[in-house]
């Protein structure tokens, strides 16, 4: 069973981040997508969006690329 606030915060410390905790932590979430709460999606689906927002054109693409996964795995 998956700590969703656990995982959450996690998610919240690598967002901003250009590194490889980017990487892991998109992995971690994606292996367990089908265990976290439907809110806990949302709430990170709305987040990359609106970090994306503001902070795209200072982002690297390899870290775009990884959060993308997650918005196109909630598509599904």
Do not use: G
Not at 11 to 32: C, E, G, K, Q, S
Not at 33 to 43: G, T
Not at 65 to 72: G, N, T
Request: hydrophobic share 35%; charged share 30%; aromatic share 14%.
């Amino acid at each position: 069973m998956i700590d969703n606030s656990i995982l959450f915060s996690a998610f919240r410390y690598a967002l901003p981040r250009h590194n490889t905790i980017v990487n892991t932590t998109v992995n971690f979430i994606l292996d367990n997508w089908d265990e976290i709460e439907s809110n806990y999606k949302d709430l990170i689906c709305k987040e990359i969006t609106k970090h994306f927002e503001y902070f795209k054109e200072s982002s690297l693409q390899c870290d775009i690329d990884d959060w993308q996964r997650i918005l196109d795995r909630n598509k599904k």
